[in-house]
């Protein structure tokens, strides 16, 4: 018998249990004992459910028993940021001032719906306090740690996500994405990570940030666990009413399709310069792997990063007024004056902001006309430091904490389906992620590139050892 472990894929996972390999509830225990080994030097996990985990897989085993099918993910194992609601746990948000809010009553849709395919659920991890962050830094409940470097960040705000997938405590975990909140974490941490289209599924059940650009999306260690919990999640929600009303488009069936005749670039202008050397050197390595001998240029992306700050910052602040009255000394210091500055934007550029929010929407659509597929970086440089204030970049000194998404604000701030590749170079411990950005609602597009990746051994998403 196959001994159960949360270090492999969730697809090698679920054809374990449905062969018979081990239970359900045998890998639910190999999971808490990872979590017990290896997290409390990581600092992923906020919270275990670990009771409610047995629960699930006494009754997944007795369904498997009677020969029921039990589920596209059943017998795989996954964890959520700690801004997804979970029945009976308060949810965070990262923040200290949502420890006095009562215990969540519900689900939030998306657990649900992995929870419906035989996913189960090991519990919440840390993020950046309100989703404002980009290092996975969280002032009252510590860092969350790089699981292939303890002294390195794992990016943010979805950092104790990607800690817990590096270091094989679960398959599988949900992050969400406003800026760069999926793509930094795998680019940093070394995993495959989907930021769907945005609208494409429910975020109900899920506390907030900037909902004109809030996105939520799996990450793990290969395309193909993407896709399983993709579709998993995918269909209409009544409880989101800002929920893009689309039928689901199954992606795991096409995966295997491969390139075929896809057009693909490599994007330049903005996204080539401005970082490490290494990031473009692993980009100029994945579009070679691709074929992409063409490079397009997203116009005016500088003014799209600037557009995306002044926009988060107003809409974050209004969300979080009453808190920033009643209780600022309860805020991680660089989150608080952030919003605080949000809070001063004169309305006059945030219209200006949305009117060419527009304008760059439009023109970046219309680029897919002459490309499927746009290559580009997702960090300007590897995960730095725990702790490190700066970074010099093309021999600039620029502040950690703001620009380790200067490559992913401008894709998020219009919506853009992105999948994120973990790449290697020789000597480094640490990986770099690199964007595959396709036409909105071309998740399928992304994933199959993704795959070819994995498949030529470009994109590696190993178990932190």
Not at 84 to 98: C, F, K, M, P, V
Not at 100 to 107: E, G, I, Q, S, T
Not at 342 to 355: E, F, N, S
């Amino acid at each position: 018998m196959r001994a159960p472990s949360p270090t492999s894929t969730a697809v090698e996972a679920v054809a374990g249990f449905k062969a018979g390999a081990f239970t359900a509830a045998q890998m639910v225990e190999a999971s808490l004992a990872r979590i017990a080994s290896h997290d409390p030097a990581l600092g992923a996990f906020t919270c275990v459910t670990a009771e409610r985990a047995r629960a699930q897989a006494a009754l997944l085993d007795a369904r498997h028993g009677r020969g029921e099918d039990c589920g596209s993910l059943a017998g795989a194992v996954f964890a959520v940021k700690n801004l997804y609601d979970i029945a009976g746990e308060i949810t965070l948000a990262g923040s200290r001032i949502n420890r006095d809010h009562a215990p969540a009553k519900a689900d939030s849709s998306l657990i649900t719906q992995l929870e419906s395919q035989g996913a189960i659920l090991m519990g919440a991890l840390n993020m950046g306090e309100y989703a404002y962050d980009f290092t996975g830094e969280n002032a009252h409940y510590g860092p969350s740690r790089n699981p292939h470097d303890p002294a390195h960040m794992t990016g943010g705000s979805s950092g104790g996500s990607g800690a817990a997938a590096a270091a094989g405590l679960v398959h599988l975990t949900l992050g969400s994405d406003t800026n760069g909140s999926i793509r930094v974490p795998s680019s940093f941490c070394g995993l495959f990570g989907l930021k769907p289209t945005y609208g494409r599924l429910s975020r109900a059940g899920t506390f907030p940030f900037v909902s004109s650009f809030d996105h939520l999306g799996p990450m793990g260690r290969s395309p193909r666990d993407l896709a399983l919990a993709y579709d998993a999640m995918q269909g209409e929600d009544a409880r989101d009413p800002m929920q893009a009303k689309r039928a689901a488009q199954a992606v795991a069936p096409v995966l295997g399709e491969g390139l075929k005749s896809l057009r693909i670039a490599r994007a330049g202008g903005y996204f080539a310069r401005g970082a490490d050397s290494d990031v473009f050197a692993v980009v100029d390595m994945v579009a070679h792997a691709l074929g992409a001998e063409q490079s397009v240029e997203l116009p005016e992306a500088h003014r799209a990063r600037a557009a995306a700050y002044l926009i988060t910052m107003a809409e974050g602040a209004s969300l979080h007024l009453d808190r920033l009255r009643m209780r600022a000394a309860d805020f991680d210091l660089d989150v608080r004056d952030r919003l605080f500055a949000g809070a001063m934007v004169p309305g006059a550029w945030v219209v200006q902001a949305q009117k060419f929010r527009r304008w760059f929407h439009d023109a970046v659509v219309k680029l897919f006309d002459e490309v499927d597929v746009i290559v580009a970086p997702a960090t300007p440089c590897r995960a730095p430091r725990i702790g490190q204030k700066t970074v010099i970049i093309d021999g600039v000194e620029m502040a950690v904490r703001p620009n380790m998404g200067v490559f992913t604000q401008p894709i998020s701030f219009i919506g853009l389906p992105v999948v994120t590749v973990p790449t290697w170079t020789n000597g480094e411990r640490l990986p770099l992620g690199v964007q595959i950005i396709c036409a909105p609602w071309r998740e399928d597009i992304a994933l199959r590139v993704a795959q070819d990746l994995a498949i030529k051994g470009v994109a590696l998403a190993p178990v932190a050892t």
